[in-house]
């Protein structure tokens, strides 16, 4: 699976951003999308998941009832819109997907990575 995340930006704290996540290379759908972001000199942290399915999906408590996350598998692609967004949301945001039958949190399940999008909360 290839990804492509796209979206980032800077914002106002408040704000709103749309993440996107394009995935191509796999003729089905059978795959855990995540959202992970990495600060520097932090680990890569989880932020989002969502079964094939949709019937599955977590959330890191730092962004529950801010984030949302979505996909379309018709269309292979995978989004989070991001509300009420705060300075310490800085980061590099990555798409990832697992093969994993489910879903996941653990960063270590997921073998596929998109090459990460930068958003910039300023306060």
């Known amino acids: 699976v290839q990804l492509q995340a796209s979206g980032g930006g800077l914002v106002q704290a408040g704000g709103s951003l749309r993440l996107s996540c394009a995935a191509s290379?796999?003729?089905?759908?059978?795959?855990?999308m995540g959202w992970f972001r990495q600060t520097p000199g932090k680990e890569r942290e989880f932020v989002a998941s969502r079964s094939w399915n949709g019937a599955s999906t977590y959330y890191a408590d730092s962004v529950k009832g801010r984030f949302t996350i979505s996909r379309d598998n018709a269309k292979k692609m995978g989004n989070l819109q991001m509300n009420s967004l705060k300075p310490e949301d800085t980061a590099v945001y990555y798409c990832a997907a697992s093969t994993l039958y489910g879903n996941s949190r653990s960063l270590s399940d997921y073998a596929y990575w998109g090459q990460g999008t930068q958003v910039t909360v300023s306060s």
């Open positions: 290379g796999r003729a089905n759908s059978n795959y855990v």
